[in-house]
């Protein structure tokens, strides 16, 4: 089972832009992404993307404001979170899946989660 590692984690203030990157213990063909966690509230999914890098999808929540991208080379998977709000404030997980991410059972891999804190 492959390990995944997220880092970029940390503090920003509203508006502002967050990298984070997480970083696969070996190749892997399956899809890669984030899901995050605030306090008090369920896991939700964030962003995915295919190894080929085509088609990634975001949640609503996120879109336009969030990119992934995918260093293959790397077997590292990266999001780029710009315009940040408050209520992203959560700890967000790496997970890869085979198939779509945003079925439950598809999902094969963890991370520890990173810590993202947005101050209004």
């Known amino acids: 089972q492959v390990q995944l590692v997220e880092s970029g984690g940390g503090l920003a203030q509203a508006g502002g832009s967050l990298r984070l990157s997480c970083a696969a213990s070996?190749?892997?063909?399956?899809?890669m992404g984030w899901f995050r966690q605030a306090p008090g509230k369920e896991r939700e999914f964030v962003s995915a993307?295919?190894?080929?890098?085509?088609?990634?999808y975001y949640s609503d929540s996120v879109k336009g404001r969030f990119t992934i991208s995918r260093d293959n080379a790397k077997n590292t998977v990266y999001l780029e979170m710009n315009s940040l709000k408050p209520e992203d404030t959560a700890v967000y997980y790496c997970?890869?899946?085979?198939?779509?991410?945003?079925?439950?059972?598809?999902?094969?891999?963890w991370g520890q989660g990173t810590q993202v804190t947005v101050s209004s």
């Open positions: 993307i295919a190894r080929s890098g085509g088609s990634p």
């Open positions: 997970a890869t899946s085979r198939g779509s991410m945003l079925n439950p059972p598809n999902i094969r891999s």
């Open positions: 070996k190749l892997t063909f399956d899809t």
